[in-house]
Structure formats: structure tokens, C-alpha cells
């Protein structure tokens, strides 16, 4: 171990204002000698602030024209650097710090590495809240995740028979890692993509958190070609519901129906 005892705890807030924190993430808010901040809203990170006299903002690592991961690498710059400085340090993340966030796993792994004490606490992430509010249960169907940039640019298997949820369609196509939105020519090559598994008229949804009590969730449902001309933040959520049915095994059931049969003999005897 180093002399120093810097550490570093990446915790997550949760998605709405003062709903999803842990009484362990907020100790470790308010027992921190420095907390970084990267939150949804101004108004949560005044809440952060609340618990703790040093909070800084990470927000303003981001430019546009500037590729992420110049400002991830930033970011993780200035954690290690307090750290390494024998601080507790603490990196209040939206939603879960480990969802969709590289920057908690950058800090972590660096630190680590360098021989100082790393650890990450849960938080309830946006697809937390989409189960709930959409009221969908992954198990009863099947669902799989995508960033919809990595989806793009990359060949996966589709199952039309399960859900497919897409994050981060804003900023769907986005080569240059720069931009914070992506217009409609980007958002008709991912139509395009899915239309070879679903029907152009089949319902999807588009779905946004609340952030703050007072606000309200999005669920918006509507044709998958009518995505070209929707309002899509960096923030929305695809999610895209089973068109197919559920199509059974049979030689595998099968296998295992004479797998049964042959245990029940065996116990007959």
C-alpha cells in the first residue's frame, strides 16, 4: 500500500432528486474530503452540496467538438490526482455509477492499480426505472441492452421475440465520439437497421426518467418509422417490444422430458 491513504468510492445518486440514495452512498458523500459530481440536473448537484462542503462539478470537462474521451480522461486526471494527494474521494454519479459510465471504472481501476482502495456502490440506474415504469418484467420475454451508436456500428443478433432496448439514441452514429446530438440522416441508418427485423408500422417506445420529483417519466409510444421525425434527447431511451412470438425447442424439450423419464424410473426401482 502507498503511505498515503487516498481512496476513491464512485457512488451512484440514483436517477430522481433525493428518491434512490443509499444511506451508504451518502455517508460516504459527507464523509468525503473532496466529492466529483457528474448528475443529471443544477439542481441535484446543489443537493449534493448540501452533503458535503467540497463538491466539484465534472460537467464542465465536456466541449463540444471534443472527442468523450479526451474529457473522460480528464475527468479520471483530476480524481487520481486527489487521491494520490492521501484524500478520501468520493465520484457521485447519476443513476448507477457503473451503467453506461466509464469514468467510475476508469478512476477505480487506475487507482487500484496505482495501490490505493477503489470501490464502487450501487445506485438505482435509468433502467431501474424503466422496468418499473413501462411495467415490464425482463424474464418473461428476454431483453437485451445496446448503446445505439455500438448497436450501429457493430453486426449483433437480434431476436424480434424479446425486448431490445437502445440507449443513448441522440447521439446514435456518432463516429467522432464529439457531438451531442445526431440528426436525422444518423437516426435513418438506425431505422433502417431495424426495419430488416421489425415491421416500419411496429410500436415503439420512447422512455425518459424523471430527474426531479416533480417531473413526470416519458412513455411515448409510436410507429418505428415515425423515430426519423421524433423529439430524441441525449437522454431517451429506445425500447423496442417483442414482434415475434416465443418459438419453442422441441429436440431440446425433448431431451429433457427422457431426462425426466429416466429419473422417475430410476427411483421406481
Same mark, same amino acid.
Given at each position: 500500500?502507498?503511505?498515503?491513504?487516498?481512496?476513491?468510492?464512485?457512488?451512484?445518486?440514483?436517477?430522481?432528486? !433525493?428518491?434512490?440514495?443509499?444511506?451508504?452512498? *451518502?455517508?460516504?458523500?459527507?464523509?468525503?474530503?473532496?466529492?466529483?459530481? /457528474?448528475?443529471?440536473?443544477?439542481?441535484?448537484?446543489?443537493?449534493?452540496?448540501?452533503?458535503?462542503?467540497?463538491?466539484?462539478?465534472?460537467?464542465?470537462?465536456?466541449?463540444? !467538438?471534443?472527442?468523450?474521451?479526451?474529457?473522460?480522461?480528464?475527468?479520471?486526471? +483530476?480524481?487520481? +490526482?486527489?487521491?494520490? +494527494?492521501?484524500?478520501?474521494?468520493?465520484?457521485?454519479?447519476?443513476?448507477? &455509477?457503473?451503467?453506461?459510465?466509464?469514468?467510475?471504472?476508469?478512476? @477505480?481501476?487506475?487507482? *487500484?492499480?496505482? !495501490?490505493?482502495?477503489?470501490?464502487?456502490?450501487?445506485? @438505482?440506474?435509468?433502467?431501474?426505472?424503466?422496468?418499473?415504469?413501462?411495467?415490464?418484467? &425482463?424474464?418473461?420475454? !428476454?431483453?437485451?441492452?445496446?448503446? +445505439?451508436?455500438?448497436?450501429?456500428?457493430?453486426?449483433?443478433?437480434?431476436? &424480434?421475440?424479446?425486448?431490445?432496448?437502445?440507449?443513448?439514441?441522440? =447521439?446514435?452514429?456518432?463516429?467522432?465520439?464529439?457531438?451531442?446530438?445526431?440528426?436525422?440522416?444518423?437516426?435513418?441508418? /438506425?431505422?433502417?437497421?431495424?426495419?430488416?427485423?421489425?415491421?416500419?408500422?411496429?410500436?415503439?417506445? /420512447?422512455?425518459?426518467?424523471?430527474? %426531479? &420529483?416533480?417531473?413526470?417519466?416519458? @412513455?411515448?409510444? %409510436?410507429?418505428?418509422?415515425?423515430?426519423?421525425?421524433?423529439? =430524441?434527447?441525449?437522454?431517451?431511451?429506445?425500447?423496442?417490444?417483442?414482434?415475434?412470438?416465443?418459438?419453442?425447442?422441441?429436440?431440446?424439450?425433448?431431451?429433457?422430458?427422457? @431426462?425426466?423419464?429416466?429419473?422417475?424410473?430410476?427411483? /421406481?426401482?
Amino acid at each position: 500500500m502507498n503511505e498515503q491513504q487516498g481512496s476513491i468510492v464512485c457512488v451512484g445518486v440514483g436517477m430522481t432528486l !433525493g428518491s434512490h440514495l443509499s444511506p451508504l452512498s *451518502r455517508s460516504y458523500i459527507e464523509q468525503a474530503d473532496v466529492v466529483f459530481s /457528474l448528475v443529471s440536473d443544477g439542481l441535484v448537484e446543489q443537493w449534493i452540496g448540501q452533503m458535503n462542503p467540497d463538491v466539484r462539478s465534472l460537467q464542465p470537462y465536456y466541449h463540444e !467538438g471534443t472527442s468523450r474521451l479526451v474529457s473522460y480522461n480528464a475527468m479520471v486526471a +483530476a480524481m487520481i +490526482a486527489e487521491v494520490k +494527494a492521501g484524500k478520501k474521494v468520493v465520484g457521485a454519479f447519476y443513476g448507477h &455509477p457503473g451503467v453506461f459510465a466509464c469514468v467510475p471504472h476508469k478512476v @477505480i481501476e487506475q487507482a *487500484r492499480a496505482l !495501490g490505493y482502495y477503489g470501490k464502487m456502490e450501487p445506485g @438505482i440506474s435509468a433502467e431501474d426505472c424503466l422496468f418499473s415504469d413501462l411495467a415490464i418484467d &425482463p424474464g418473461q420475454f !428476454g431483453c437485451s441492452h445496446f448503446e +445505439a451508436s455500438q448497436f450501429m456500428f457493430y453486426k449483433r443478433i437480434i431476436d &424480434p421475440s424479446a425486448y431490445l432496448i437502445l440507449w443513448q439514441v441522440g =447521439i446514435a452514429g456518432d463516429l467522432s465520439l464529439s457531438k451531442f446530438s445526431t440528426g436525422e440522416s444518423y437516426r435513418q441508418v /438506425l431505422i433502417d437497421i431495424l426495419s430488416l427485423h421489425y415491421p416500419k408500422d411496429h410500436q415503439v417506445i /420512447l422512455y425518459e426518467a424523471p430527474t %426531479l &420529483p416533480i417531473h413526470s417519466h416519458r @412513455i411515448e409510444s %409510436l410507429p418505428l418509422s415515425s423515430l426519423l421525425h421524433a423529439e =430524441i434527447h441525449g437522454y431517451t431511451t429506445l425500447v423496442i417490444p417483442p414482434c415475434q412470438e416465443l418459438i419453442r425447442n422441441m429436440e431440446v424439450l425433448q431431451r429433457l422430458d427422457a @431426462i425426466d423419464k429416466d429419473h422417475k424410473n430410476i427411483k /421406481l426401482v
